[in-house]
Each structure stands twice: as structure tokens, then as C-alpha cells.
């Protein structure tokens, strides 16, 4: 039974660029929260993904966006990328929008040059 | 606002022996959870153990247990018998909810970073 997959692992980005990443949640799961883990400090929550809608969002500004598929997979997008979008972020999954039972990615660490 | 504190940046600890990860907490709810999560250099986050905030006794899974003192607002981990394999950082995290719908997330602490030594 495969966990939550996330990709890239990792990967290099500019000022003012794009990036999107991608999330497969555990199987049976269909909610999907991310959270960004900058350098030293703990996640912190960037929004939840049920029913393909967005249901509750952290304080991130609108250049982080989302989706949700049909198959509860999840893309997280950041536009005009900065410096201090540096981080690893974090997709977790789970049956329901509790917290209960969150099962976490390995992550994709981002760095921004 | 909910707030978790760990103010041990780091510890290093010999092997065999036992560790005593501190958490205090703030929050209004009366109803809320609390987690440890384990971090190795994957970057993964590991569950280890959970307390609810109406549980009266303290959890204990495998070598884990949480001291749980509600009046003090604390939740600290503790560690028996280290091993080697227990080099991570360490996590502590509160679940809330953030709606009327049931939507929760989780609000973590700074971390721990915990060192086993041979």
C-alpha cells in the first residue's frame, strides 16, 4: 500500500518564476492539506483540499494556489516566486478534513535562487 | 490563537538511555489533540504518539509516552531506552478546528533536534 507520493524531491527555481508541485495521497484518502517547512522551523499550515475545492486556507498570499483532481491527487502552484518561498513543502493526506489521522509525503524541498 | 512552545533546540543524549522531550501549548479550545512527530533527514513526517485533550489517562505507544499535565499545559515526550535510530528532530503539534464543517489542520512547534550518542 503506497503512502503519500509527492515530486519532484526536489528542485532549483528563480526570482519570479513558476513552480508547481504534485501530491498522491495514501490510498482510501480523499482530503489533501500542505503545509510549507521553511529552514529551522515547523510546518505551517497553506490550505485543505476536499471535494476539489479548497476549504480552508492558511495565512499564505494568492500566489499560492491549488488544485484537486478527481483521483483526490493535488497540485500546489507558487507564481513570482521569492526568496523566502524557500522551504520544504509538505503534502498530507487523509480520510475527512480532520487531522486525526494525517499521513505525510516525504516532501519537496524548493529552492529559490 | 493556538501556539505550541518547544524550547529545546537541540539535545544530545546516550544511547540506552532515557529522553524527556518538552511541549507546552496554548490554546482556548476545550477540545483539541495533541501529536509527537518524528522528522528524519527524509524529511518525512513520522507519527509517534497522540493525546486528546479528554483523555485522562497518558498515551504510551512501544517506547513512547506523553506526560500529559492538562493544568499546565504540557505534553512532553518521553524517550525509554534511546537508540541510535532515534537521531531525528521531534515535533510537537496541536489539532484544531478552523471551521464549522470539521476542517482541522495542525499547528507544530519549532522542533527538537535529538542526537543519540554511542
Known amino acids: 500500500d503506497a503512502g503519500v507520493t509527492q515530486s519532484p524531491t526536489h528542485l532549483i527555481k528563480t526570482r519570479g518564476q513558476q513552480v508547481t508541485l504534485r501530491c498522491s495521497p495514501k490510498?482510501?484518502?480523499?482530503?489533501v492539506s500542505w503545509y510549507q517547512q521553511a529552514l529551522g522551523q515547523g510546518p505551517q499550515f497553506i490550505f485543505q483540499?476536499?471535494?476539489?475545492?479548497?476549504?480552508q486556507r492558511g495565512n499564505f498570499p494568492d500566489r499560492f494556489s491549488g488544485h484537486q483532481f478527481p483521483n483526490y491527487s493535488s497540485e500546489l502552484n507558487v507564481n513570482a516566486l521569492l526568496l523566502g518561498d524557500s522551504a520544504l513543502y509538505l503534502c498530507?493526506?487523509?480520510f475527512g478534513t480532520g487531522a486525526g489521522e494525517l499521513f505525510f509525503g516525504e516532501g519537496s524541498r524548493l529552492t529559490v535562487l | 490563537a493556538q501556539k505550541i512552545t518547544q524550547t529545546q533546540p537541540g539535545m544530545f543524549v546516550q544511547e540506552k538511555e532515557a529522553v524527556t522531550l518538552d511541549c507546552t501549548y496554548d490554546?482556548?479550545?476545550?477540545?483539541?489533540?495533541l501529536f509527537w512527530y518524528k522528522q528524519p533527514s527524509s524529511g518525512e513526517m513520522i507519527f509517534l504518539i497522540y493525546?486528546?485533550?479528554?483523555?485522562?489517562q497518558n498515551a504510551t505507544e512501544g517506547r513512547y509516552s506523553l506526560n500529559f499535565q492538562k493544568a499546565r499545559k504540557s505534553a512532553n515526550l518521553v524517550i525509554s531506552a534511546s537508540q541510535l535510530g532515534d537521531s531525528a528532530m521531534y515535533f510537537c503539534?496541536?489539532?484544531?478546528?478552523?471551521?464549522?464543517?470539521?476542517?482541522?489542520?495542525?499547528?507544530f512547534g519549532t522542533g527538537t533536534r535529538l542526537t543519540i550518542i554511542p
Open positions: 490510498s482510501g484518502h480523499d482530503t
Open positions: 503539534a496541536m489539532r484544531h478546528l478552523i471551521s464549522n464543517f470539521g476542517n482541522e489542520k495542525l499547528t
Open positions: 490554546t482556548s479550545d476545550q477540545s483539541y489533540g
Open positions: 483540499y476536499y471535494e476539489e475545492e479548497e476549504r
Open positions: 498530507a493526506s487523509s
Open positions: 493525546q486528546g485533550s479528554y483523555d485522562e
